[in-house]
């Protein structure tokens, strides 16, 4: 078992940074940021995988905006969010995987994530 811990939601303007943290209690393999909006279904935002020479993977909604990163030594996972906008408010969660998920947009495929967060809103002003 994997517990995942997020962090760093709140409300920010539009055109503003926040930036998330997923604390795990373990190292795992592959992590991945997802996220939902009221009304709709959960969608991949961005993912990581080891060893670091396989190149993380974000989608195209968030691409040069939200740069992936983890820190090994506190088994943290990061979201740097910028250039915020209305449309990136949601409910943030962080996942985790022991298996291999793939590369590329596979990385971003939410039944292949088998540990959840509880997540974390982030709300844009505009």
């Known amino acids: 078992q994997v517990q995942l811990v997020e962090s760093g939601g709140g409300l920010v303007q539009a055109g503003g940074s926040l930036r998330l943290s997923c604390a795990a209690s373990?190292?795992?393999?592959?992590m991945a940021w997802f996220r939902q909006a009221p009304g709709k279904e959960r969608e991949g935002v961005a993912a990581?995988?080891?060893?670091?020479?396989?190149?993380?993977y974000c989608s195209d909604s968030v691409q040069d905006r939200f740069p992936i990163s983890r820190d090994h030594a506190k088994n943290t996972l990061y979201l740097q969010m910028n250039s915020l906008n209305a449309e990136d408010t949601a409910m943030y969660y962080c996942?985790?995987?022991?298996?291999?998920?793939?590369?590329?947009?596979?990385?971003?495929?939410?039944?292949?994530?088998?540990?959840w967060g509880q997540g974390t809103q982030v709300t844009v002003s505009s």
């Open positions: 990581i995988t080891m060893p670091e020479y396989y190149p993380e």
């Open positions: 373990r190292p795992i393999r592959n």
């Open positions: 996942a985790a995987t022991a298996l291999w998920v793939g590369y590329g947009d596979a990385m971003l495929a939410r039944d292949r994530y088998e540990y």
